[in-house]
Structures are given as C-alpha cells and as structure tokens.
C-alpha cells in the first residue's frame, strides 16, 4: 500500500492556500468601474507619452493663438499652431487622429464668422461621438480586465479536469485493446482519474456560475449576453442570433451535465470492478471492465468533440473549426499520458511498483513523443489551411494570436513539437528518467499555454500577461490535483492482482 508522504501533501496544501490567496488578490484588484479603467490607461502611456506630449503652456498659446486669428478673419494660422495641438490631441486619453485635429483647426480658421455657430453645433455633436466611442471603448477594456481572474481561473480548471479525462480515455483504450504491458499501471491511472470527480464539481459550478450571471464581472461567453441576440438592442449580433438553437445556456448546462455524469459514472466502474478483480475468483470484473471501455470510447469520441465546441471554441462564437475537437483532444491526451509517466517515475524512485521496468517507463515516452507529433500535424493542418485561404471571418482567429500573443503562440509550438521531437525522437533517451521528466515538465507546461492560447485571446484581448491570477490558479488546481491523486492512491494496493494480463505486464521487456 502506498503511503502519501506528508512533506508531498504538506506541499499540496501550501499551493492550495497561496493559490487561494492569489486568486482572491486578482479578482479585488479587477477594475469596478470604467474610471478604474481610465486610470490604468493613464498611469500605462503617462510615462511612455510624457516626453512627447507639449507642455501645457505651449497647448494654451496655441489655442489663443488660434483664436486671434479667427477673431482677425485670418485664413491661416502658423503650422506650429496646428503641430502643437495635434500633438496634444495624440496624447490625450481619447487618442484623437492627429489628421482630424489639423482638418477640424484648419476647418475652424478658415470658416467664416457667420458660420461659426454652425461649424461649432457641428463640432459638438462630433465631440458627443467621440465621447461615446470612447465610452464604448472603456466598457470593453473594462471587460477584458474584469474577465482575466476569471479566465485565468477556467483555463487551469478545465485544463487539470481534462488531464483525468485524457487519461480516463487512456485506461479505457488499455481495456477494449486487451493490453499486456500496461496492467502494473493501473492503479496509477485510477489514482490521476480520481480527480475527474472533484474537478467535474467545481467545472461544473463554474459554468452554472457564469451561465447564471451570478458575477457581473464574468463576461467569459458574450453569446450568453442575452443583448446580442435581441433584435431591438445595440448589441444585437445577428451570427450569434442564427447560432442560439445550440448557444443557449440551458442546452449548454444540460449538455455539460451530461457528459460529465457519464464520464465519472464510467470511472467509478471502472475503479469498482479493478478492486473487484482483485479477490475474484474469475475473471468477470475484467469482462465488465472490456465491455464498458467498448461503450466509453464511443461516448467519448461524440462527447469530447461536443465538450471542445461549448468548452472552449465557443468563447469565439463567430469562428469555428471542424478539426477543433481532434485537436483538443490532442492536447489533453498527451498531457494525460505525461502525467501518468511522471507519476510513475516518482512512485518508483519511492520503492514502489517494483516490477515496473524501463520497458514501462520506454512505452509511455512512445506515447508521448508519438501524441507530440499527432497534435503537431492537426495544429499545423489546422494552421496552414485557415491561413492559405485567408478567409476573413476565419483567418482572424490566428492574426489575433500572432499579433497579440506572439510570445505564447509561438512558444507553445517550440515546447510541444520542437522540444519533444528533439528529446525523446532517441529510444535510448526513453528509458531515462530524467530525459522523461525534464521531457515530461516542457510538455505540461506547453500544453496549459496552448489552452491559455485558445481561452485568453477570445476573453482579455489584448489585455493578457501572466500575473497573480494565472499563477495562483495554476498553483491552485495543482495543489488539488497533487492532494487528490495522492490520497487515491493510498486506498488500495499500488499493483492490482487478480487482471488476466497481470503477469505479462509484470514480465514486460524487449
């Protein structure tokens, strides 16, 4: 029986706390209102516009000296006139079109004093679009910054729940394939998958959360804004309007609900009849076990494409991708089967699973070089295919991300295909723990920032950087995860008895 060392679990608590603590500290310094926003812009240019901004006696001279010259019925004003107040107009808050300001002081020199009370009411009115522009403008920053706790939160929610999806999908695989090697491993795999269910609970509150609009702050999914598909209102959208018989709340939580009822009723037979077979007599847990791994893996296959288009494709609910779901699946599978890997590493440095082999250990980097390589090609055909076709409604999905997340977008590639395809393309570095650690950590890590980079962008803008709520989030679910898995563990035997390939998987060398 596995023990779950205290300085481990005492580890998983403190990332649980600080997380916590992180966590809270992000959404209290979230911007309330949209003068909390106009102070975070200015104090973010004030520094970078200081040195190019007039001084504010020079901008006063120019006005007055705009107006001695309308006053005199003057056609023309020096150039000075207008560069200082077009320079000014450039490092104002309401960031004015230099070439406006120079048309409308022009326009205003030259018009003649009978004009004057027209071209000011016309004037106005400008000034009253202007004022509303930026009005505009401040609500949606205020969204963003409003929506960065909160989609930091999602991303390492859904992102540790689909690490014991992918790996619930793994064992089901080992099952209905009727599997050799892999049985040592088991418990292992039912230990990661234990945490399926208290990821699914809080998963799921979060999305009754944000569906129910409990927060204000919580824009995550703007076609559950009920304005974008009122015809009458300003915010009407007419794609997510044609998009609402699927894009509603209700079928989205029902859908949700569904799938992760199944998915944990799955696993907690999968775990009932595993112990089972452990004091059996035959080999009737085992049969049970086959049979519904058969089920499972067709219920996955529709459920996981459906999970990925409501998860996450759908905080892009005007861009769409028919390969979307292979390739989320990609990216969790992998992550999953590294989990396992490294989880098995550490047991084994520890003295348990005693008949685990590099063997073992040599089939699971496989898996992990060779899912590398699977995810690659479906980014790449995903990739180059949107952007040979630059289609504009499509094409916009990837020229955000290259514009706004250059660093992450393409870091991301480096460290899930370039780093993996360099590192364990050997079969002797395969059998070396920490080629597969270090191999294994570079995976992880670049598989969170692929989800960062499919939720982020749609969610924050341009308003993204990793800060204290994408740290503390992180730290957060990993400290759960860690305890959760841990104490699985300790609840029945590390190595199962009983499995009909127990043996050959004990045995297990080439």
């Known amino acids: 029986m596995y023990t779950f060392s205290s300085k481990l679990k005492t580890f998983s608590f403190i990332l649980m706390i600080l997380g916590l603590v992180g966590i809270g500290i992000g959404f209290m310094a979230a911007p309330k209102t949209i003068e909390d926003v106009e102070k975070i812009e200015a104090n973010s240019h004030h520094e970078g516009n200081h040195s190019a901004a007039p001084a504010h006696g020079e901008v006063v ?9 309308v006053e005199h019925g003057e056609t023309k004003v020096s150039d000075s006139v207008v560069t200082t107040l ?54 949606h920053v205020l969204h963003q910054l409003q929506n960065k706790p909160w989609a930091a939160l999602y991303v390492a929610c859904i992102f540790f729940m689909l690490i014991s999806v992918g790996v619930l999908a793994f064992y089901a695989i080992q099952y ?46 703007v076609w559950m804004n009920p304005d974008v598909i ?10 997510i309007f044609n998009k609402k018989g699927w894009l509603n709340v209700v079928r989205f939580l029902v859908t949700a609900a569904i799938f992760l009822a199944v998915w944990n009723w799955v696993r907690f037979k999968f775990r009932q009849n595993s112990i ?4 059996a007599t035959d080999n009737a847990p085992y049969k049970r076990n086959f049979k519904l791994a ?8 529709v459920s996981e494409s459906i999970m990925s288009w409501d998860w996450i494709m759908s905080v892009d609910p005007h861009w769409y991708s028919t390969l979307f779901g292979w390739y989320v699946f990609a990216s969790f599978f992998v992550s999953g089967i590294t989990v396992i890997a490294m989880i098995t590493l550490y047991l084994k440095s520890k003295g348990y699973l005693e008949h685990v082999n590099t063997s073992h250990i040599h089939d699971l980097a496989k898996f992990m070089f060779g899912i590398s390589i699977f995810w690659t090609y479906l980014w790449f055909s995903q990739f180059m295919l949107i952007w040979y076709s630059n289609i504009p409604e499509e094409v916009t999905y990837y020229v955000t991300r290259i514009e706004h997340y250059k660093l992450p977008f393409f870091g991301m590639l480096a460290l899930n295909f370039i780093f993996p395809l360099l590192i364990l393309i050997n079969t002797d570095f395969k059998r070396l723990t920490w080629i597969v650690v270090m191999a294994g950590i570079v995976i992880l890590f670049g598989h969170y920032i692929d989800f960062f980079n499919m939720i982020m962008p749609a969610t924050v803008g341009d308003q993204w950087f990793i800060g204290i709520p994408e740290i503390s989030s992180l730290m957060f679910f990993l400290g759960l995860f860690i305890f959760i898995v841990f104490s699985a563990l300790t609840k029945a035997p590390i190595e199962p008895k009983g499995n009909p390939f127990i043996e050959e998987s004990k045995h297990f060398h080439y």
């Open 86 to 139: 077009a320079a000014h107009a450039d490092t104002s808050v309401n960031n004015v079109d230099s070439s406006s300001v120079h048309a409308d002081v022009s326009h205003d020199v030259v018009a003649e004093p009978a004009a004057h009370t027209d071209n000011h009411d016309a004037h106005a009115t400008a000034d009253a679009h202007s004022h509303d522009d930026h009005t505009a403008h401040l609500e």
């Open 176 to 221: 209905a394939a009727q599997a050799g090697w892999s049985p040592i491993l088991f418990r292992v795999m039912e230990g990661i998958t234990a945490y399926l269910l208290p990821g699914s609970i809080i998963f799921f509150l979060f999305l009754v959360i944000t569906g129910a609009h409990v927060f204000e702050g919580n824009h995550l999914f």
């Open 276 to 279: 089972a077979q452990d004091t």
């Open 61 to 69: 001279h120019a006005i007055e000296e705009g107006k001695d010259a």
């Open 294 to 301: 058969a089920f499972f893996l067709v219920f996955f296959i």
């Open 230 to 239: 009122n015809p009458e209102h300003a915010d009407f959208d007419k794609l």
